[in-house]
């Protein structure tokens, strides 16, 4: 049996689930074959997890099973109606205060609340893997610095409606992400966004050598800190993490649902 581990990557987590059995790893292996990214038209079947039965319900759940819930909810499409319920909210926000305060802008995370890793996450199992090649999509492994320069995250098509109803009311868009931001990083990261629709942004902030050491709730209030002192109003903050929310400089924050990892 594997031992769960929980590693961290300047702001981001990825917890990596043990496999009790031969047969939840079979299941989650089905499970992936089976699952297109979320959004997908493709997606196909989402096989029921096991229900827990009652005399371990006051146990901590099985950490193979929730894996396998996790799958469900993104590929049976219920993690999109639940992302797009709160963007909705955000551009109706947006689109209603952008006329009302002087230099409005809107900030946006980028990983799972602007691109989807969806395929690097599934391909790792839910695990973090920072070096090696990304190269055997959909199976892993799957290297998380390789995936950010090879830039074939999706776009999560609310976020981008959001990005493009900002820009047509004027408003300035930031990104800040935790995002490493050395020049391959960058590049990958600058054009992975652009070729899926996210272009003339003002200003994509990633880490500097000297922010990794910080938590992302530090890390990115000192960003939009700055960003206020440029004399501008955020209006709106988007993130999947409360670290990406916390912390003060915006006048009203969204916090996108990410069950799949989690960040300080």
Same mark, same amino acid.
């Given at each position: 049996?594997? *031992?769960?581990?929980? %590693?961290?990557?300047g702001s981001k987590s990825f917890r990596s ?6 047969? =939840?790893? &079979?299941?989650?292996?089905?499970? %992936?074959?089976?699952?297109? &990214? ?9 096989? @029921?997890?096991? #229900?827990?039965?009652?005399? +371990? ?21 219920? !993690?999109?109606?639940?992302? #797009? ?16 305060? &002087? ?5 946006? /995370?980028?990983? #799972? ?20 090649? $990304? ?6 492994? $799957?290297?998380?610095? /390789? ?14 409606? =959001?990005?493009?109803?900002? @820009? ?15 020049p391959d990083a960058r590049a990958g990261t600058? @054009? ?14 990633? *880490? ?8 992302? @709730?530090?890390?990115?209030?000192? #960003?939009?800190?700055?960003?206020? +002192? ?9 993130? /999947? ?10 006048? *009203?924050?969204?916090? %996108?649902?990410?069950?799949?990892? !989690?960040?300080?």
């Open positions: 049996m594997l *031992r769960t581990r929980i %590693i961290y990557q689930f043990s496999q009790p059995s031969a047969l =939840l790893l &079979a299941a989650a292996f089905a499970l %992936i074959l089976l699952c297109a &990214a979320p959004g997908s038209a493709t997606a196909l079947k989402c096989d @029921k997890p096991p #229900e827990t039965p009652p005399s +371990a319900r006051t146990q901590p759940g099985n950490l193979g099973i929730l894996k396998l819930r996790l799958t469900r909810y993104a590929c049976s499409g219920a !993690y999109d109606k639940d992302v #797009e319920r709160v963007l909705r909210r955000a551009q109706a926000h947006v689109e209603r205060r952008a006329g009302r305060v &002087a230099k409005p802008a809107l900030v946006l /995370d980028i990983d #799972e609340t602007a691109l989807s890793n969806w395929q690097a996450i599934q391909a790792n199992d839910f695990g973090y893997i920072p070096g090696g090649k $990304c190269e055997s999509l959909p199976r892993g492994p $799957c290297g998380w610095h /390789d995936w950010e320069h090879i830039a074939r995250a999706e776009a999560i098509a609310p976020t981008l409606a =959001l990005f493009n109803a900002a @820009k047509s009311k004027q408003v300035a868009v930031f990104f800040i992400t935790g995002r490493r931001g050395d600058e @054009k992975n966004l652009r070729q899926v629709g996210y272009d003339g942004w003002n200003e994509l902030i990633m *880490r500097s050598a000297e922010a990794s050491k910080l938590t992302a @709730k530090v890390y990115k209030s000192a #960003e939009r800190a700055k960003i206020v +002192a440029k004399g501008y109003t955020i209006i709106a903050n988007v993130g /999947d993490q409360i670290s990406d929310l916390a912390g003060g400089y915006s006048q *009203r924050t969204f916090l %996108i649902p990410n069950p799949f990892y !989690y960040i300080k």
